[in-house]
């Protein structure tokens, strides 16, 4: 126990010898000179909009002086219109057609549009877009007249399928083959009267066939 007291005694005297050394060479005097004030942090000043907000997007210095690169989605849509084969523009073109004539005839009388497939063009029934049949006819309709261009009437049946509500036109294909429709046809139906409807005939061959010849004009 002496032995230990008299090491911390021993100690602290030569921390005591220690810390009067520092004092009469003036060392924390150098190392307090030797570290370099710091430096204050300016205050950020509030910014103030000005011509700065208006000007121009600032630019790497590598693609400064490239020309503006143009919209992605034009390149795409003109991909698409360019990769189209004939027929596809054809169709696409029969389609345009028949939405230009569902506006001019205007919203006095209902109208829809529809595309003739592959299938419809030689199937009996042809299907029919539910929400306008829900609006525009009653419920007790069984037939249907189908007025062409030139003004001949077709009679055809009119079905609602009880378990998932969806419309048909059946006795369709004697319309169809009556007037030789084709894949990528587009037919405008307006409803003239109650069971009455006018029906306009946009024909993607025929768009094809300009098209072809304008080829071969070359």
């Known amino acids: 126990m ?3 007291a008299a090491y911390e005694a021993k100690r602290r005297r030569q921390i005591e010898e ?24 300016p205050k ?19 693609v400064a002086n490239l020309p503006e690169q143009p919209e992605y989605r034009e390149k795409i849509m003109k991909k698409r219109v360019i990769g189209m084969t004939a027929v596809e523009r054809s169709y696409a073109i029969a ?22 497939t592959q299938s419809s063009a030689t199937s009996f ?19 249907i007249t189908l007025v062409d261009e030139e003004d001949d009437e077709f009679e055809v049946q009119y079905h609602k399928t009880p378990r998932d509500h969806h419309y048909y036109m059946t006795r369709w294909k004697w319309f169809a ?18 069971t009455k409807f006018k029906v306009y005939i946009m ?7 300009k098209m072809t010849i304008k080829t071969e004009s070359f």
């Open 95 to 116: 389609k345009a057609k028949a939405k230009e004539l569902e506006c001019k005839l205007g919203a006095n009388y209902p109208t829809f549009v529809k595309t003739i």
């Open 44 to 62: 950020h000043k509030a910014r103030v909009p000005g011509a700065a907000d208006t000007a121009p997007p600032r630019r790497s210095g590598r």
């Open 18 to 41: 220690n810390k009067r050394r520092i004092e009469e060479l003036g060392l924390r005097q150098l190392a307090a000179a030797a570290i370099p004030p710091q430096a204050k942090r």
């Open 203 to 209: 024909r993607a061959r025929s768009y094809l066939e």
């Open 177 to 194: 083959i009556n007037h030789k429709l084709d894949a990528g046809d587009c037919l405008v139906f307006q409803l003239i009267e109650q």
């Open 125 to 143: 029934c042809l299907s029919l877009p539910p929400q306008f049949f829900r609006e525009h006819l009653p419920e007790h309709v069984k037939v």
């Open 2 to 4: 002496a032995a230990a």
